[in-house]
């Protein structure tokens, strides 16, 4: 539970930090830029209520490591070989 803005944007952080994992070396952080703004910021007051645990960040697919997206299990087929003929006048 958070009492603080500050502990939950602290935490929120674990949202673009797992998406951070599959960028190649050298990508801006958003994670990183989050929790120095959240260790900047003066005192906050706490929250009137108690807000829930954030849920946990979701699975991101794994990527081939070189930075580059790659498509996968799609079959590729030219219009001809589908009947049509590429211009049509």
Not at 9 to 22: C, Y
Not at 23 to 46: F, H, I, Q, V
Request: no cysteine.
């Amino acid at each position: 539970m958070y009492k603080n803005p500050k502990e939950l944007l602290v935490a929120a952080t674990s949202f673009p930090a797992a998406i951070e994992e599959k960028l190649p070396e050298g990508a801006p952080k958003l994670s990183t830029m989050l929790r120095d703004t959240a260790e900047k910021m003066p005192d906050l007051p706490n929250f009137l209520v108690e807000i829930p645990d954030l849920p946990a960040p979701p699975a991101v697919p794994g990527s081939s490591g070189s930075g580059n997206p790659r498509v996968t299990g799609v079959e590729v087929t030219t219009t001809q070989e589908r009947g049509r003929s590429v211009l049509e006048f």
